[in-house]
């Protein structure tokens, strides 16, 4: 079982401030956790291999091409904006 001051600790790095209720309630939670989790020693692992995933799936890539279409023309790109200045769209500032 956590002890109050070790659930504290832990609230401290996070940055969380626990009421003395909140401090019962997850000491009792956190300790379980830990319990549960420790069970996990119990598995013999000796003979698995590790693996980073289980699907099977790879990254599929594909070649970088130029697209041969004609891109967006800039009028034809700035024909519904609200507001637009010298070529360009025009918005509010963000600072």
Sequence with gaps: MLSKSQVL?????????LT??????????LS?????????NEVDSKNIE???QI???????????????Q???QDAALANAPEKENGYF??????
Excluded: M
């Excluded at 025009?90 to 600072?95: D, E, L, M, S």
């Design 90 to 95: 025009k918005t509010q500032p963000v600072f």
């Design 71 to 73: 891109s967006l023309r």
């Design 55 to 69: 699907t099977g799936l790879e990254n599929i890539t594909r070649e970088d091409t130029i697209i041969k279409e």
């Design 9 to 17: 600790h832990i609230s401290n790095l996070a940055r969380i401030k």
């Design 32 to 40: 379980s956790i830990l319990d549960y989790v420790s069970k996990l």
């Design 20 to 29: 003395p209720a909140e401090v019962e309630k997850f000491q009792e939670q």
């Design 50 to 52: 590790p693996i980073s």
